[in-house]
């Protein structure tokens, strides 16, 4: 549901009548009070359990639509944006703990890559759900109430699911938990470090491509409607290369992987920046696999580097990252369009996307072996 931010901020933008550099404002403080609390689910799973920490963080998200929805200006929807980041911090470390803790070393990379793409269909879902509507002639205002009501009651379901008991740990689960973790659970902190690193610069691409691409297809000439679509194809390539990067990531290795996704990231983002605009709406799809299929990749290999025992730690200071990125990404790239341009920020994008791969042939060091041989 908290993707679908970035298909109704094109509309707000016109509603309110906003500059790029307040449209990455805005998408910022969402992911500034994400980041803080995603650096935070992890102690709060840690106290209250990984199934009721998602269902809390629904309840915040449907107050973040409500308060969207009755917005009188810019500032209330600022507010608004932030109580969504809050919810959405507040799901994506403890359910990567539960989808590792069901699996041993094998398979977990996969299984991650797949969890990763079912959120990529409700991103998909809702967001096509909101582009369509809107072409409808529906308010969105309308739009973003039936997102409150859905996400709370979608919190209601998953508060019942916390009286259900979670599957037991595996054996070689228990014999790595007699081990003693650090307080964050980090087993090598300076390859940890340079992942935060790898992170960080991957989600500035991935932020700013998707709050950007609509505003692109607007400067080629589409209309509001088909514009915002491109958001949604953009979301639809990511539910394919998510799932397909967590399965690269298994066969091939860290390094392999990721440096043949951001590599296609960033021809890909140069492709639509010069490619006529028929061309360039076509060539979003593949774009969306590998611009969002490469936290498959590094999410994946997360794993790798945390004590079971921590899981859920170390996957909120990997998430934390991601999302303070993802605040400042789509302010600087609105910086540089509202200044030189939007195909000069576009531009940086893919040069940022190759930027990322120089750490990835260190931390391929410390990769455990599970490797597919298939």
């Known amino acids: 549901m908290s993707a679908t931010v970035y298909v109704v901020l094109p509309v ?26 995603e650096i935070l689910s992890g102690f709060i799973s840690d106290r209250l359990g990984e199934v009721r920490v998602l269902a809390l963080g629904l309840l915040v998200s449907a107050i973040g639509f409500l308060t969207l929805t009755v917005s009188p200006g810019p500032g209330v929807v600022g507010i608004a944006l932030c109580f969504v980041g809050v919810g959405t911090a507040l799901h994506h470390a403890p359910s990567s703990c539960l989808v590792v803790s069901a699996y041993g070393d094998r398979g977990r990379r996969g299984a991650l890559g797949y969890y990763n793409a079912s959120g990529d269909v409700g991103k998909l879902a809702f967001s096509a759900l909101f582009s369509a509507a809107i072409t409808l002639g529906i308010y969105w205002q309308s739009l973003t109430l039936a997102f409150a009501a859905i996400t709370a009651a979608a919190a209601v379901f998953i508060a019942l699911q916390a009286r259900r008991p979670l599957q037991a740990k595996t054996a070689q689960e228990e014999e790595k938990s007699t081990e ?15 992942l935060l ?12 491509a998707l709050v950007f691409v609509a505003f692109l297809m607007l400067e080629k000439g589409l209309p509001l409607a088909l514009a915002t679509a491109a958001t949604v194809v953009l979301l639809l390539g ?15 290795g860290v ?25 360039a709406f076509a060539v979003l799809l593949p774009l969306g696999a ?19 025992a921590r899981m ?10 991601s999302a303070l990125s993802s605040a400042a990404g789509p302010f600087m ?17 893919s040069a940022i996307a190759l930027l990322a791969v120089l750490p990835v042939g260190y931390l391929a060091r410390f990769e455990s072996d599970q490797l597919s041989t298939a």
Do not use: N
């Open 312 to 321: 859920s730690r170390g996957y909120a200071l990997l998430y934390g990252s």
């Open 197 to 208: 690193a790898v992170v960080f610069i991957q989600t500035l691409v991935q932020a700013g």
């Open 12 to 37: 707000i933008a016109q509603a309110f009548g906003l500059s790029y550099a307040q449209v990455g404002l805005f998408k910022g403080m969402k992911s500034i009070a994400q980041g803080v609390f």
């Open 238 to 252: 990511g539910v394919f290369g998510k799932a397909f990067c967590g399965q690269l990531l298994e066969r091939y």
């Open 180 to 194: 003693e973790p650090s307080r964050w659970g980090v087993l090598h902190v300076a390859p940890f470090t340079a």
């Open 290 to 308: 590998v611009v969002q299929g490469s936290t498959s990749v590094t999410y994946g290999f997360t794993a790798d580097l945390v004590h079971p």
């Open 333 to 349: 790239f609105g910086l540089l369009a509202d200044g030189p341009g939007l195909a000069t920020a576009m531009l940086a994008m």
């Open 255 to 279: 390094k392999v992987a990721f440096s043949l996704v951001q590599t296609l990231t960033a021809a890909g983002l140069i492709t639509i920046i010069f490619a006529p605009s028929w061309l």
